[in-house]
């Protein structure tokens, strides 16, 4: 079975400089790799995804993420971050043999001016 | 091109009742997924439907039971509602094997059960 662990419940970060969201999976199988964002009273929205291919993934509004597998991480990045980047960030994984998708517990994103 | 749609977008229930939530899938999709997310927490699989049968099931009673339409569209229902089954219940869609796992999410439908 696949699990994922986020390891910061929250982050605050300044406006206009860098962060990185961690997430690390374990799974016995090869997987997929997803990072999912939610604004406030909203459904999630795909950031990113990793299926195969480069560990370098980018994504929308300036994000990106790198695949490690020997270390099963997939830190989401952005290099200056915005006040309407504030959101809730989750890391996903899925068996690449189904599409039942497991995510993390998520982690709050605070931007401070 | 509409999105994956849901209904209501709020309900409130008392225990012991019982709840129907919809959701429409993107245009071109066929699977639908539920989701139930906890105040606080991520979501977590109930079950998928795919040609209106339940495909796979997550770690959730009997309580909670689906169904599919021809037209993709689904329900979810749950019976004897218990004040922990207050969530954000998010539906997602995607194509079967098609772009390759990609799950498009709802605004989701919050249940308050009181």
């Known amino acids: 079975a696949q699990s994922v662990t986020q390891l910061d419940s929250q982050v605050p970060v300044f406006e206009e400089a860098p962060v990185e969201l961690r997430c690390n999976y374990s799974?016995?199988?090869?997987?997929?790799l997803f990072w999912y964002v939610q604004y406030p009273n909203q459904g999630l929205q795909l950031l990113l995804k990793?299926?195969?291919?480069?560990?370098l993934v980018k994504g929308i509004n300036g994000f990106e993420a790198e695949f490690n597998k020997s270390q099963t991480s997939f830190h989401l990045r952005k290099p200056s971050v915005h006040i309407s980047d504030t959101a809730e960030y989750f890391c996903?994984?899925?068996?690449?043999?189904?599409?039942?998708?497991?995510f993390g517990k998520g982690t709050r994103l605070h931007i401070l001016p | 091109d509409a999105g994956v749609t849901q209904s209501p977008t709020h309900l409130i229930k008392t225990r012991g009742q019982q709840v129907t939530l919809r959701c429409s899938p993107k245009?071109?999709?066929?699977?639908v997924s539920w989701y139930q997310q906890a105040l606080g927490q991520g979501p977590q699989f109930i079950f998928q439907?795919?040609?209106?049968?339940?495909?796979q099931r997550g770690n959730f009673p009997d309580r909670f039971s689906g169904h599919q339409f021809p037209n993709y569209s689904s329900e979810l229902n749950v019976n004897a509602l218990l004040l922990g089954d207050s969530a954000l219940y998010l539906c997602?869609?995607?194509?079967?094997?098609?772009?390759?796992?990609?799950?498009?999410f709802g605004p989701g439908t919050r249940l308050t059960v009181l």
């Open positions: 997602a869609s995607s194509r079967d094997r098609g772009e390759t796992d990609t799950q498009y």
């Open positions: 799974s016995s199988v090869s997987v997929y």
């Open positions: 990793y299926l195969s291919g480069s560990t």
């Open positions: 996903a994984v899925s068996d690449q043999r189904d599409d039942k998708i497991i």
């Open positions: 245009s071109g999709h066929d699977t």
């Open positions: 439907y795919y040609e209106e049968e339940e495909r």
